[in-house]
């Protein structure tokens, strides 16, 4: 079974950056894509960004120019840095692979933006 660890969450003030980390442990890493996602309270999990296999780099209109999303294969590693941050990015953060697997989510990492 696949499983991933966020980590590198906190409380920032806005315009703050933060670097999110992701461990992935199961199959072969670097054959899937991987994605950032989000859920602030009351909604939906949504997707942020997602890298492919090749490098190839996608983001959602609300992150673009903001967030940087990169991954370290040999290290089964993917990361999100974050800059310019306002209050309507908190939520929890989680990775998944891209399309997400159903049943690999993992605790996610809460990330506010607050004054």
């Known amino acids: 079974q696949v499983q991933f660890v966020e980590s590198g969450g906190g409380l920032v003030q806005p315009g703050g950056s933060l670097r999110l980390s992701c461990g992935a442990s199961?199959?072969?890493?670097?054959?899937?894509?991987m994605g950032w996602y989000r859920q602030a309270p009351g909604k939906q999990r949504e997707l942020v960004a997602s890298?492919?296999?090749?490098?190839?780099?996608n983001y959602e209109d609300f992150v673009k120019g903001r967030f940087t999303i990169s991954r370290d294969n040999a290290k089964k590693m993917v990361y999100l840095q974050m800059n310019s941050l306002t209050p309507e990015d908190t939520a929890v953060y989680y990775c998944?692979?891209?399309?997400?697997?159903?049943?690999?989510w993992g605790q996610g990492t809460q990330v506010t933006v607050s004054s």
């Open positions: 998944n692979r891209a399309p997400a697997l159903a049943d690999s």
């Open positions: 890298v492919t296999s090749g490098f190839k780099t």
């Open positions: 199961g199959s072969i890493f670097s054959f899937y894509a």
